[in-house]
């Protein structure tokens, strides 16, 4: 299906670009301080699964139109800010509203991040993902290069499909290292004053990011 040069060119690129500083590697990071490596793993399916749908929008042909129309994209822009300065700020007042004593509770009564449901991890990660049109617009424009016309080369949907479906992997396996490594950190015990400021970065990164999109240039016919 793909050739080995393919592969050899195709996989440190998706791996370089997957393993970025974003919204969703900021969520994973979160995820595995506050909740856990299982939780955040768990959380990952929503982003996962919101990639493999504009996966199948870009073999469609329907993510064509969201890199040509202005208006598809400004609309998806907006609803991707919104979704992203929310979360910021609900991320900001979680973390204003938490005790300000050092020696008191964060959360919970035994000094602990109070758990939250791996199903709302995961539509949060689906929900950032999802709301966000550049993330689909990468899709659009990243795979293509890599999709081979030569004589004898897969029909160029089925290797969109692979080369997807293999971005999607790097993808797994580089949200799990941002993941592992907000778990190596929750590991050394921070005070709940160092969470509360790590909640206040936090928030102020999802914010930043969905100041970036907002300013984001759309693209052009």
């Not at 005790?99 to 964060?106: F, L, N, Q, R």
């Not at 049109?133 to 899709?139: D, N, R, V, Y």
């Not at 969470?195 to 999109?213: E, K, P, T, V, Y």
């Amino acid at each position: 299906m793909l050739s080995s040069a393919q592969l050899a060119v195709f996989v440190p690129a998706a791996l370089a670009v997957a393993a970025s500083p974003g919204a969703n590697n900021l969520l994973a990071f979160r995820n595995g301080l506050r909740q856990g490596l299982r939780p955040a793993a768990v959380a990952l399916t929503g982003r996962l699964a919101a990639f493999a749908l504009m996966l199948a929008v870009v073999v469609t042909g329907l993510g064509a139109l969201l890199h040509t129309s202005r208006t598809a994209f400004e609309v998806l822009r907006f609803l991707g800010t919104a979704v992203l300065v929310g979360m910021g700020a609900w991320v900001l007042w979680s973390a204003r509203a938490a005790p300000a004593s050092e020696k008191g509770p964060p959360e919970r009564e035994d000094g602990r991040p109070r758990r939250v449901a791996g199903w709302r991890l995961a539509a949060q990660e689906f929900v950032t993902a999802a709301a966000n049109p550049k993330a689909l617009l990468l899709f659009t424009a990243f795979l293509p290069p890599f999709v081979s016309s030569q004589d004898g080369a897969a029909a160029a949907g089925a290797q969109l499909a692979v080369l997807g479906a293999l971005y999607i992997v790097c993808e797994a396996a580089t949200a799990s290292g941002w993941a592992a490594a907000g778990h190596l950190l929750a590991g050394r015990e921070p005070r709940p004053a160092t969470l509360r400021r790590l909640d206040q970065a936090s928030g102020c990164a999802l914010i930043a990011f969905g100041g970036g999109l907002a300013l984001a240039d759309p693209p052009r016919r």
